[in-house]
Structure formats: C-alpha cells, structure tokens
C-alpha cells in the first residue's frame, strides 16, 4: 500500500480510511502525526514544528476541523479520531505479540491507564510507561530506547509529543511513533469522552470545550481562522 496524501496549507495528509491506516502502521516504521488545525496554526509560526510534520511518515487528519477544511478543498477524506486509532493499534500491535511503550500523561494517569489497559486487551505486553512530566528527556529517551518497543505512544500534548517523537525516532529507527494528545486521560477513565451523537456529528469539541471552557482560547479564534485561510486558498487555486 503506498501513502495517497491530499494538501491542506502546505501540509500533506494521508486519505487513508480508518482500517487502511491501522494496516499501513503495522509495516511501517517512524514518526506518526494525528493533524488538527491547532497544529496547522502552530506550524505556520514554528518553523521547525512545519519540518517535523512534512518529515512525518504518516499523517492522519484528526477532527472535523481538518475534515471539513478538505472538503472545501474538494477532498473527502474522513477524520480518524486519534483515541481510537491509538486503541485499535493497541489491539493490533498486541495480537501480533508486538512490544509497547506509552509515556505521558500525569503520573496516577498512566498508571491507572496502563491498569486498565492491560485488564481490557489480551496480551498486551507494556515493556516501558512513564508519566509526561518529566524534566530531563534525554533520560526517557534513552528508557523508551532501552525498552526496544515496536510500537510507542506519546500522550504529552502537542508540540511536545512531537519534538519528542522525532527526538527518538533517531534512537529507535525500527519503532512507528504516534503522538496522541489526551487519550491516556480517557484510557485511564479520568476524563470522559464525548456522547457518541456529539462525536457523530462532529462536535466532539464542543463538548470538550463546555465541559472545560479553558479549552475555548485554544478553539477561538484559529477554528474559523483556519476554516477562513483554506477558504481563501480553495479561491487562489
Ligand atoms: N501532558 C503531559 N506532559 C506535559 C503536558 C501535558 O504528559 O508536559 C499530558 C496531559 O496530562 C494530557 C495530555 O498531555 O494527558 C494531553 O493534553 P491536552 O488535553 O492538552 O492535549 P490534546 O488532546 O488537546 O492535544
């Protein structure tokens, strides 16, 4: 299977579906980015940011906003929601008897997470875990490493995931990579995630943002900003 990646502002994303990409993860190795228009908006400021996304092996839309920003380019490709993606190779990864690191989230976090992820997946072999608030990276980096994981999840919020990802993708060459946002919080049941008729029509982030209105700075303006720059772009095009 090869990549089939779409533009969005610059930045190339893979039209894979859902199953197609859970596939391709499993042969490929390197850093994985679940893109949303927060990160496009970080990029076009954080130069370095821009270069980790286009050196990215895989780049998997996640969430409306980047959906809906394909559309109005013409491009239908579905969003895949990160949390499960990242369950779904937990899954995968582990029938095949494949090794797993996860570092992020607090401290109880992955701790509960790692519990329950370990009760909920058959054979499930967690070689390393470490909490995301640590001070020294150089230390985690050389642990993860150390571990020799197959598959690595990073749950530190982004950018940080990924400046982390492409740190140990020079120290792990063989591992795939994937930066997954809040998804230890939901795995470890700390956080709920949003009622399935919100998540189906796409409003997974409104209820977020209710339930934890700090969130609402991050979403306004560079949600309609975003949506507004690729509307312009469809028109010079
Ligand atoms: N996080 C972390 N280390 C940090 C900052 C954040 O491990 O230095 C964790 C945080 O505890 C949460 C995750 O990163 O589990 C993602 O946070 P956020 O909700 O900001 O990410 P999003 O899902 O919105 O990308």
């Not at 779409?6 to 042969?27: K, P, R, T």
């Not at 994985?32 to 286009?54: G, H, L, R, W, Y």
């Not at 369950?87 to 029938?95: Q, T, V």
């Not at 919020?157 to 230890?184: H, R, T, Y």
């Amino acid at each position: 299977m090869n990549r089939d990646t779409v533009q969005i502002l610059g930045y190339g994303v893979d039209s894979f579906s859902f199953d197609e990409a859970v596939d391709y993860i499993c042969n490929m190795r390197g850093q994985v980015v679940t893109i949303n228009p927060e990160m496009i908006d970080c990029a076009s400021k954080n130069s370095e940011f821009a270069d980790i996304i286009n050196n990215a092996e895989l780049v998997i839309p996640d969430g409306i906003g980047v959906e809906i920003g394909l559309k109005i380019l013409g491009h239908k490709v579905r969003r895949i929601a990160g949390i499960e993606f990242g369950r779904a190779l937990l899954e995968r990864f582990s029938a095949e008897g494949k090794k797993i690191a996860l570092v992020g989230a607090k401290p109880d976090v992955i701790e509960l997470a790692v519990k329950n992820l370990k009760s909920e997946i058959t054979g499930i072999n967690i070689v390393y875990y470490h909490d995301g608030y640590f001070k020294d990276d150089e230390k985690i980096l050389s642990e993860v490493q150390n571990s020799l994981p197959d598959l690595v999840l990073v749950a530190l919020g982004s950018p940080k995931q990924e400046f982390f990802i492409n740190e140990l993708k020079k120290k792990l060459p063989d591992a795939v990579m994937v930066g997954l946002g809040g998804s230890f919080d939901v795995w470890a049941g700390v956080v709920e995630r949003a009622p399935k008729i919100y998540q189906k029509l796409g409003l997974e982030w409104l209820y977020r943002t209710v339930k934890e209105p700090k969130r609402f700075k991050r979403i306004f303006p560079t949600l309609p900003l975003f949506v507004l720059k690729v509307i312009k772009e469809r028109i010079l095009n």
